[in-house]
């Protein structure tokens, strides 16, 4: 494999970037002693972009296999990454465009998990930093279950100008703070009819401050419970589902 050459293991992200053909496809590799439905859409998937299959080596007690125990891999290209602008230029997937912004967010895992619910909801990118963000590389896509396959990502070099020109396009920031000043809950349909940028800070640190004088609404998720965090990548969902929620019972 070349540098920029990436080894992605797992069904679902293997499957997801062969769907989406957003990245250079190399050469599949299926372990020639185990087959499955699955493994049988992947080959066709594999066929029909006409790329290379070839045997992964017989069940061996190896670390490649302990890294890999679903017998698939696929060597590709990484993913294209874009400025804001061209996401900005895209058509929006819903009624109203949503864009998450992670505020050093480094965890590749909790950002997988972010990527795989704003793309189950429809969001229409993903704004991560230049530095203190995670590649999109084979951890990231299978944190994601393939879901940054689809999920376009702009890189940005400083998130607040960033921000400045989300709002400039018309888009509301709306940040997710434990303190923030309003209840998620609480907030009026109404607030929900616009182009949202919704801004998640790493956790322990939370939105630096001069990132978050960029908000239009700090918003907290109410947390009746003993312990009154949520890690980053479940106050996103939650943030996003509630977005969804409200978009469809407007739709309605």
């Known amino acids: 494999m070349t540098a920029k050459t990436q ?26 002693d185990r087959t499955s439905p699955d493994l049988v859409e992947i080959r066709g998937l594999a066929e029909r972009a006409g790329i290379p ?23 590709a290209g ?8 061209t996401v900005l230029s895209k058509s929006p997937r819903g009624n109203h465009r949503r864009i998450v912004c992670l505020d050093q967010v480094e965890d590749p895992q909790n950002v997988g998990a ?7 909801v429809a969001a229409d990118a993903l704004v991560l930093t ?17 879901a940054s396959e689809w999920l376009p990502v702009a890189r940005v070099g400083n998130l607040g100008a960033a921000l400045d020109q989300l709002k400039a396009s018309g888009f509301w920031v709306v940040g997710a703070d434990p303190e923030g000043d309003e209840e998620l809950f609480a907030l009026p349909d109404r607030f929900f009819e616009a182009d949202l940028a919704l801004l998640l800070g790493a956790e322990g640190r939370g939105i630096r401050a001069g990132v978050g004088r960029r908000l239009d609404h700090s918003v907290r998720i109410p947390t009746p419970g003993r312990i009154a965090s949520l890690n980053v990548a479940t106050a996103g969902a939650i943030l996003l589902f509630e977005c969804a929620r409200r978009a469809s019972r407007k739709a309605s």
């Open 130 to 146: 230049r530095r203190r963000a995670p590649p999109l590389g084979p951890a990231l896509a299978r944190a994601s279950a393939g």
């Open 114 to 120: 972010l990527m795989r619910v704003a793309e189950v």
């Open 78 to 85: 990484p993913l294209p990454e874009y400025d804001l602008e």
């Open 53 to 75: 299959i070839l045997p992964l080596p017989p069940r061996e007690r190896t670390e490649r296999e302990a890294s890999n125990p679903q017998g698939v891999e696929l060597e």
């Open 7 to 32: 080894r992605l293991t797992g069904i679902h992200c293997v499957r997801e970037a062969l769907r989406a053909r957003r990245r250079e496809l190399h050469c599949l590799r299926i372990r020639s």
